[in-house]
């Protein structure tokens, strides 16, 4: 391609977004219409029974560890809508939706808490699978999520061209399961499930309402004045939320930075240490690393290295990298491998099969 026809193409390019852009900026709603479509979506009369779905199907999801079953009911539930009337209402002081979406949402919760509750009761299910336990440890990671969800779900909602958006920002930002869970939590008597997962919503809640109010404010919707004290008043919510979720991101960084070490140095010794790693596990303590790692290995290699001097060097290594002191623990599994060769003469071959007689009349 010519620099003449990349430049054709570029401009052609710029020319289109720019008709693209003037046609999207007169699809705008404006303000008393979106309000009045804020209300009439929060008081809508299948809210609760959609919730009522949504919140049976994640807790069926979230049992029976089912990723896809769990997509599936962050597609129907409901609760992104009172949540975006909550921010709408923050900018524009409309009393009437921030009492009926408050109202709304405060039900919303003690709903999906109580039915996954009772579900988990009935069914009598106990053990936590990787789906509950993934929703049990919140970090940055979840409250960047979070912004990027408030941020297209507020664009949503004041842009008639890409509301198609919405059931794509619910799957993304997973209101309902950590509700889910912490019903599930109450059920089996696990509180610290139930600790997590809310910490994990209001992590969604508190970055969906604060980025959707500021995207409204961005749309020419209320004032930046008026609407000061309560962005401020979220930035504060939002601070005090940051402060366990950035332990929990920096313990989630230095344990996939010890599994990746561990993991490179075994590679290293493969030819003399006939071993598989299987769990690694990292607690942050006092200023120090603990790190639990479970190890198979074979007997034989197990006689023939030192394992104090292995670990030594392993420890001294971690310690190096990671900048801080880190106690080792291994725990070894020796293990026994049998080999059964095929013998070629017990095989029957295709061609000679032991077919049975028929004798002759």
Same mark, same amino acid.
Request: proline residues 4%.
């Given at each position: 391609? @010519?620099?003449?026809?990349?430049?054709?193409?570029?401009?052609?390019?710029?020319?289109?977004?720019?008709?693209?852009?003037?046609?999207?900026?007169?699809?705008?709603?404006? !303000?008393?219409?979106?309000?009045?479509?804020?209300?009439?979506?929060?008081?809508?009369?299948?809210?609760? $029974?959609?919730?009522?779905?949504?919140?049976?199907?994640?807790?069926?999801?979230? $049992?029976?560890?089912?990723?896809?079953?769990?997509?599936?009911?962050?597609?129907?539930?409901?609760?992104? $809508?009172?949540?975006?009337?909550?921010?709408?209402?923050?900018?524009?002081?409309?009393?009437?939706?921030?009492?009926?979406?408050?109202?709304?949402?405060?039900?919303?919760?003690?709903?999906?808490?109580? #039915?996954?509750?009772?579900?988990?009761?009935?069914?009598?299910?106990?053990?936590?699978?990787? !789906?509950?336990?993934?929703?049990?440890?919140?970090? %940055?990671?979840?409250?960047?999520?979070?912004?990027?969800?408030?941020?297209?779900?507020?664009?949503?909602?004041?842009?008639? @061209?890409?509301?198609?958006?919405?059931?794509?920002?619910? #799957?993304?930002?997973?209101?309902?399961?950590? %509700?889910?869970?912490?019903?599930?939590?109450?059920?089996?008597?696990?509180?610290?499930?139930?600790?997590?997962?809310?910490?994990?919503?209001?992590?969604?809640?508190?970055?969906?309402?604060?980025?959707?109010?500021?995207?409204?404010?961005?749309?020419?919707?209320?004032?930046?004045? +008026?609407?000061?004290?309560?962005?401020?008043?979220?930035?504060?919510?939002?601070?005090?939320?940051?402060?366990?979720?950035?332990?929990?991101?920096?313990?989630?960084?230095?344990?996939?930075?010890?599994?990746?070490?561990?993991?490179?140095?075994?590679?290293?010794?493969?030819?003399?240490?006939?071993?598989?790693?299987?769990?690694?596990?990292?607690?942050?303590?006092?200023?120090?690393?603990?790190?639990?790692?479970?190890?198979?290995?074979?007997?034989?290699?197990?006689?023939?290295?030192?394992?104090?001097?292995?670990? +030594? %060097?392993?420890?001294?290594?971690?310690?190096?990298?990671?900048?801080?002191?880190?106690?080792?623990?291994?725990?070894?599994?020796? #293990?026994?491998?049998?080999?059964?060769?095929?013998?070629?003469?017990?095989?029957?071959?295709?061609?000679?099969?032991?077919?049975? +007689?028929?004798?002759?009349?």
């Amino acid at each position: 391609m @010519s620099w003449f026809n990349l430049r054709s193409f570029i401009q052609r390019e710029w020319t289109l977004f720019h008709q693209m852009r003037a046609e999207v900026e007169e699809e705008k709603i404006s !303000e008393d219409k979106l309000s009045q479509i804020l209300i009439d979506q929060v008081l809508a009369r299948n809210f609760s $029974i959609l919730l009522i779905l949504a919140t049976a199907i994640a807790t069926f999801g979230l $049992i029976s560890n089912s990723a896809a079953t769990i997509i599936g009911a962050m597609i129907i539930a409901p609760l992104m $809508i009172p949540i975006i009337g909550i921010a709408y209402a923050l900018v524009t002081f409309n009393t009437r939706l921030i009492n009926y979406s408050c109202i709304r949402l405060i039900f919303g919760i003690f709903l999906t808490v109580g #039915i996954a509750f009772l579900t988990t009761e009935i069914i009598g299910y106990q053990l936590s699978g990787s !789906e509950i336990l993934a929703r049990t440890k919140p970090t %940055l990671l979840d409250l960047g999520v979070a912004i990027a969800a408030g941020t297209a779900g507020g664009f949503a909602k004041v842009r008639r @061209s890409v509301s198609d958006a919405i059931p794509g920002v619910a #799957i993304s930002v997973a209101l309902v399961p950590p %509700l889910c869970v912490v019903g599930i939590g109450f059920a089996v008597h696990d509180f610290s499930l139930s600790t997590g997962s809310f910490v994990l919503f209001l992590t969604n809640l508190v970055g969906i309402i604060l980025t959707a109010a500021i995207v409204f404010l961005c749309e020419s919707y209320g004032s930046w004045k +008026k609407a000061m004290a309560s962005l401020l008043g979220l930035i504060v919510s939002l601070i005090m939320i940051t402060l366990p979720l950035n332990f929990s991101f920096r313990e989630m960084i230095i344990e996939n930075q010890i599994r990746h070490q561990l993991a490179k140095r075994h590679r290293q010794h493969k030819d003399r240490e006939e071993s598989i790693i299987t769990k690694v596990d990292v607690q942050l303590q006092e200023g120090k690393i603990i790190v639990v790692a479970d190890v198979i290995i074979t007997p034989d290699r197990l006689d023939e290295i030192d394992p104090e001097e292995n670990l +030594k %060097l392993t420890q001294q290594t971690l310690s190096d990298i990671m900048g801080q002191p880190v106690e080792l623990r291994v725990r070894v599994f020796p #293990i026994k491998i049998l080999n059964f060769e095929a013998d070629s003469s017990d095989i029957p071959s295709p061609h000679n099969k032991n077919i049975p +007689k028929v004798p002759n009349d």
